[in-house]
Structure formats: C-alpha cells, structure tokens
C-alpha cells in the first residue's frame, strides 16, 4: 500500500518525500558559516598543537636555536661575502673580475639550496600559526621545485 500511496500522492508521502528532499539538500550544502567555523576550529587545533610541542620540548630550546643561529649566521655570511666579490668585481681587473664572479656564482647556488632550511627556521620562530604553508614552501624548495 506504501507504493500505491506515495503514486497517488497522500500526505504522509507527500510528508515523507518533502523530508527526504530537504535532508538531502541540507546534507549536500555546505555554507560559508559552515565552512568557517571547520576553519577556525582546524586553526584553533594546529595552534593547541604546537604550544603544546613547545612546551613539551622545553628541554631542547637551547639546542634549536643555537642551530637556527648556526644556520642564520652562515647564510647571511654566504650572501654578504657574495654581494662583496660582485661590488669588488666592478673595480679589479679582468682577470680577477671574472674569478669573483664565478665565485659569487657558486656561492648563489649554495644559497639556494640553504632558502628552505631558512624558510623553516624563520618560519618557526616568527609565524608558527601559519608554518603550515611554510613547510610546503620549503620542501619544495628542498625538493628543487623551483616555484
């Protein structure tokens, strides 16, 4: 009788479809409040996460920021010494001039492939909420993707 009655139209089908289709559409919207709030909430968590690594590798402070100090000392060496054989270059003879600026060359490249490791450890220590993109920005920099 339930077929007969959804065919002829009787209100408890007629009740139950418009149920039906209002579950589904409700079900298949997502709305920007939605979506919102899902992002907040994801923001909020990757947050909690990470004071909560902090503070549990307290012990190891120390130890990370002699290496992000390490790490930030040479590449800021590497690029003044660069940028000094190029000014220098403008002055030397030929000779001497092109050997700083096959130098400054090598050292360039050297740069480069430092870029993702000091895109992580200045990441970290000035933008942790958003490290996310960072990270992704720095293996593909590791990777060689050259974006």
Partial sequence: MGVLG??????????NI???V?????????????????????VSEGRAMIVEWLQSTTGSRLARRIIALSFTLIFLLMH????????????ADEALA??????SEVL???LVSMTGAM???????FAAPHLGAIVEGAMGKFSGDKK
């Avoid at 579950?23 to 919207?29: I, K, L, Q």
């Avoid at 003044?80 to 002055?91: E, F, Q």
């Fill in 80 to 91: 003044m010494i660069s940028t000094t054989m190029i000014v220098v270059s403008g002055w």
């Fill in 119 to 125: 895109m992580l450890i200045l990441g970290f220590y």
């Fill in 18 to 20: 418009i149920d039906t």
């Fill in 22 to 42: 209002g579950r589904v559409v409700d079900e298949f919207h997502y709305s920007g409040e939605e979506k919102a709030a899902d992002k907040a909430k994801a």
């Fill in 108 to 110: 360039d490249e050297r």
């Fill in 6 to 15: 959804k065919l002829l139209g009787t209100d408890k089908a007629v009740t």
């Fill in 98 to 103: 092109n050997q700083l600026v096959v130098s």
